[in-house]
C-alpha cells in the first residue's frame, strides 16, 4: 500500500491526462511533421501549436507572449537568465546578488560567473528562510546588474518578498530574475505588480512533461540577453534550435490549467499539508524548517532530532520523498540549506522534504503520517539518545 505513496511534488508531478492528449495529439497529427520555422502549411501547424502555447504560459504570469522564450526546463531558463543577462549587461557592472539557498541551476550559473571575472554576493536568509528586502537594497552597489531570487525555495517552501524586493531592484537599476520552477501554478505570479525582469518556469512542477520550460523577459527592461546556444534564429536568436512542438503542447495546456486551478487546489493542498503538518510535529523532538506560515501550500520539510538521517530515510523509503532537494539526495551531505538555515549538521542530515500536490489525498498525508511517526519510534528505540 504505502509503496504507492507519492509526497514528492516539488521534485516532479505526475503529468495531467488532459496534458498527455494535448501532446498526443499533437505527435500523431500534422503538428507534429512540420518544423514549426518553416513557411509551408505543415510548418504553419506546427507554428500555431507553439504560438497557443506561449499565449497560455504568458498569460499564467500576466506577461506578453513576445515576452516568451522556451527552454529545455528551469535549469536552462536560469542560466540564460543569469549567465546570458549577466555576459550582455558587463559593461554596465560586474556585481550581480543572490541568496546561499539557491537552487544550483542558479548557484552554479554564478559560479560559473565568477570564474569570469564577475563578483557575486551570496545573501543570507533569516533563521526562517526569508531574504528581507532591505538586505538587499543594503547589497546592491553601483556596479550591481543583476539580482536573483527563487520565488518558493525548493526545499523550504518558503515565499520571498518579491514584490518588494521587485521595487528595491527597479529603483537601484538592477534586474530581478525570479526562479518561479516552485511558484508558477502555486502561487499567484504576476511579472508587472511584482517588478520582475525575468522569471524561470518548468512545466513538470505543475503536471507537464519533464525537458520543457520557459523563460520570461521584461520587453521594455531586458529585451536581450547573451545567448547560451548558437544555431538558428528561433526565439529571437535566444535560443536558436528547433522546438519542440508536442513538448510546448503539453507545457501550454498545463499552464493553462495552472491559472485555471489556481483557485480551487491550493486551498485543497493547504488543508493537506496542515494536517500533514500537525501530524508530523506532534511527534517529540521533530521541527518544521522555515518559515511558519510565509510558504507554500504544498512543502513541508521537518528536521528529527535524536535519529540518524540515513535510518530515517531508509525507514521510509516505502514513501517517495525527499531528503532536502532531489539534487543533494545522491550525495548523502547535510543540505547546505538547512546549514545556513542554523540547523546542526546531525539535525540537518536528519531532514525529510514532504511534497503535496493536485492528486495527494489524506489518505496519502494519513499514511505517511502514520509511517514517519512509527519509524522514528522505532529508530529511536534501538538506539536511544
Ligand atoms: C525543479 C527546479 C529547477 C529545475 O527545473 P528543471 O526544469 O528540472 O530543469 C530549478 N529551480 C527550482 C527552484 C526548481 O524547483
Not at 489525498?361 to 539518545?385: G, H, I, N, Q
Request: with cysteine; hydrophobic share 45%.
Amino acid at each position: 500500500m504505502t509503496a504507492t505513496l507519492y509526497m514528492d511534488y516539488a521534485a516532479s508531478t505526475p503529468v495531467d491526462p488532459a496534458v498527455a492528449k494535448a501532446m498526443a495529439d499533437v505527435l500523431a497529427g500534422e503538428a507534429g511533421t512540420g518544423n514549426p520555422a518553416a513557411t509551408h502549411w505543415a510548418g504553419q501547424a506546427a507554428g500555431q501549436v507553439v504560438e497557443q502555447a506561449r499565449v497560455r504560459v504568458a498569460a499564467l504570469i500576466g506577461a506578453s507572449p513576445g515576452e516568451i522564450v522556451f527552454t529545455s526546463g528551469a535549469t536552462e531558463a536560469d542560466n540564460l537568465a543569469v549567465i546570458g543577462a549577466a555576459r550582455f549587461r558587463r559593461q554596465l557592472g560586474r556585481h550581480i546578488v543572490t541568496t546561499l539557498i539557491e537552487h544550483p541551476a542558479v548557484l552554479e550559473s554564478c559560479r560559473a560567473l565568477e570564474a569570469e571575472g564577475f563578483e557575486v554576493s551570496y545573501l543570507p536568509p533569516d533563521n526562517q528562510g526569508i531574504l528581507a528586502a532591505e538586505l538587499v537594497a543594503a547589497a546592491l552597489r553601483p556596479d550591481t546588474i543583476l539580482v536573483s531570487v527563487a520565488h518558493v525555495n525548493n526545499e523550504l517552501g518558503v515565499v520571498q518578498p518579491v514584490a518588494a524586493i521587485g521595487e528595491v531592484c527597479r529603483r537601484h537599476g538592477a534586474l530581478l530574475h525570479v526562479d518561479a520552477a516552485q511558484s508558477a501554478g502555486r502561487l499567484p505570479v504576476d511579472v508587472r505588480a511584482q517588478c520582475i525582469d525575468l522569471l524561470a518556469l518548468s512545466a513538470h512542477k505543475m503536471y507537464g512533461p519533464k525537458g520543457v520550460g520557459a523563460l520570461f523577459l521584461d520587453r521594455e527592461r531586458c529585451r536581450r540577453v547573451e545567448p547560451l546556444f548558437h544555431g538558428g534564429g528561433q526565439e529571437r536568436g535566444l535560443r536558436p534550435g528547433t522546438l519542440p512542438t508536442h513538448q510546448l503542447a503539453g507545457l501550454g495546456v498545463a499552464a493553462e490549467l495552472a491559472l485555471q486551478r489556481l483557485d480551487s487546489d491550493v486551498p485543497a493542498i493547504l488543508a493537506l499539508r496542515e494536517r500533514l503538518e500537525q501530524g508530523l510535529l506532534q511527534v517529540p523532538g521533530v521541527q518544521l524548517n522555515g518559515h511558519v506560515t510565509q510558504r507554500s501550500c504544498h512543502i513541508v520539510n521537518v528536521s528529527v532530532d535524536g535519529v540518524e538521517g540515513e535510518s530515517l530515510r531508509c525507514g521510509l523509503r516505502d514513501i517517495a520523498l525527499s531528503s532536502g532537494s532531489a539534487c543533494a539526495a545522491e550525495s548523502g551531505e547535510p543540505s547546505p540549506v538547512l546549514r545556513t538555515l542554523g540547523r546542526p549538521d546531525h539535525v540537518a542530515q536528519a531532514s525529510l522534504r514532504f511534497s503535496l500536490g493536485r492528486t495527494s489525498t489524506m489518505a496519502d498525508v494519513e499514511a505517511s503520517v502514520a509511517a514517519f511517526t512509527a519509524t522514528v519510534a522505532r529508530l529511536r528505540a534501538l538506539a536511544p539518545a
